[in-house]
Nanobody
Framework: QVQLVESGGGLVQAGGSLRLSCAVS???????????MGWFRQAPGKEREFVAA????????EYAGSVKGRFTISRDNIQNTVYLQMNMLKPEDTAAYYC?????????????????WGQGTQVTVSS
């Protein structure tokens, strides 16, 4: 079983930055580099939506149009952690953010392609 634990959420003013972390653990012999990773978010009263994805071995990334140019997904294989750097935050970025992992080279924006999910971390952006 793989565990994903998100951290780094909080309250920030519009225009500010946050970095979310997702610590990956659980399967012996596998590191975060063995998974395709993704970030999704869910705002109150809305469906969960795709934010960013990173392929196995970091060869490919994909971003939702609403965050492109402001958010960056990356990973640290030594720390077994995936990050979401969020800059120029807007009130509409307010949501619970979820990390996801897929036992695949690439999973992209489809929720169904991911096998493991974290519990989420709340991001609130004030205007």
């Amino acid at each position: 079983q793989v565990q994903l634990v998100e951290s780094g959420g909080g309250l920030v003013q519009a225009g500010g930055s946050l970095r979310l972390s997702c610590a990956v653990s659980g399967r012996t012999g596998r590191t975060v580099n063995n998974y395709a990773m993704g970030w999704f978010r869910q705002a109150p009263g809305k469906e969960r939506e795709f934010v960013a994805a990173l392929s196995w071995k970091d060869r490919h990334t994909e971003y939702a149009g609403s965050v492109k140019g402001r958010f960056t997904i990356s990973r640290d294989n030594i720390q077994n952690t995936v990050y979401l750097q969020m800059n120029m935050l807007k009130p509409e970025d307010t949501a619970a953010y979820y990390c996801a992992a897929a036992i695949a080279g690439w999973a992209g924006s489809s929720e169904g392609a991911y096998h493991y999910w974290g519990q989420g971390t709340q991001v609130t952006v004030s205007s």
